[in-house]
């Protein structure tokens, strides 16, 4: 519905150190809680004896995963599921994770957060050699290579260490094979990756949110560049690569992450919240109230309330019911799509001076509506504080921005966005603050590509989403 990132993808899993036992509804509640990193598809694969059965499809989980299909998954040993918003191949059912492959050496299942920036190349490689693939992401271009690895090695973590000497850019992984689970950060750390407990049994997620939603407790984060598998009822952890400059998206805690998760040591809210009192103090300006536009930029709203003694108040009642899914068959309700899902308290804004905290402004065109919205309903003021600074470059590792033409930083000034979208005062947190909170995170190094154009590894001179539909 908006124009905000949208960032490819949530992985949950769970091992059982018991009998095989109903893993799929444990699995759907881990997805629901992940469901705002991926709205676009989902599915679950379960390891029975060996044998790995799966249904996927389009849409949300609640949707996909009705009572009968929960039911027509059998018990299993181990299970993997994942919620998907497309960066890199189209929003097709092939396209739904988790990608399930039969080879020589058995069964392979395998979902994948993150993008890699390589991908073209390695298909393109392998399709040469007579490799055949299904689908246009580049997670079956990670299958492929495992599988590949496999029938060189004596083992399955051996091939996944293999793998990841040719894979590069973005990628936490669950994979199960026919008799262990393995769970892999890339070095860089680009994208969470947790482990829990909930009773003997050993869970994985993208967020520790998805951990608290059934009831597991957290024991740490996946370190950059670790390995770890489950065989036997064992444990065991091993690192491909932990020398190399780490680059946790610093995205992760501005917007993607829910506020109730902690990723590598620090609390998302806790960091929002610290990036509105920085606001306050870099950006002060005198106002009636201030308010976050739902629902990522409350927690530093509330911050920014805090620091400058200025009343928080609610000023848009956000719609539950219109989802990214929702269609709308005009133009002209299309222009009018953020009316539809925010609605202002006018008897809150009618006069005021208000404070509104953003998280980011990537096209422009939804905080214009905003501000437009809020002024009609009678705000004498509008000043916007962003809680991020300006983005003006792409991502390779998984957010769908491919084009710096698509931002309006990269082509207006900040006195120049001011006017187009209508506030009356517009400032970016600056990227001293930025810094200083964002090392209180046990990874001290992050990927700041978009805000800086400098990335923690090589990128490619160019990316598209659609680009393995653009070589046949």
Known sequence: MFNKLKEECGIFGIYSMENEQDLTGTTCIGLTALQHRGEESCGIAINSGGIISYHKDIGLVSDVFKPHIVQSLPKGKMSIGHVRYSTTGSPKKENAQPIVTRYAKGNLGIVHNGNLTNALALKDELQQAGALFNSTSDTEVIAYIIARERLKTHSVEKAVINAMGYIKGAYSLLIMSSKKFIAVRDPQGFRPLCMGKLGTDIVFASESCALDAIGADFIRDIEPGEIVT?????????????????GLCIFEYIYFARPDSTIDGLNVHRFREHVGRALAKQAPVDADIVAGVPDSGIDAALGYSKESKIPYDIVFIKSKYIGRTFILSTQAQRKNKVALKLNPIRETVNGKKIILVDDSIVRGTTITRIIKILKKAGAKEVHLRIASPAFTDVCYFGTDVDSKENLIANKKT????????????LEYLNMDNLFKIASE?????????????????????KIQKDR????F
Do not use: L, M, W
Request: hydrophobic share 25%; aromatic share 12%; glycine share 6%.
């Open 230 to 246: 489950i065989t036997d009822n064992k444990i065991s952890s091993t690192f491909y690569d932990n020398t190399q400059k780490k």
């Open 414 to 425: 900040v006195e120049e966005i001011r006017k187009e979208i209508g506030a009356d005062s």
């Open 441 to 461: 995170s046990n990874i001290k190094d992050f990927c700041t590509g978009c805000f800086t154009g400098k990335y923690p590894i090589d990128v490619p001179d």
């Open 468 to 471: 393995f539909e653009k070589i």
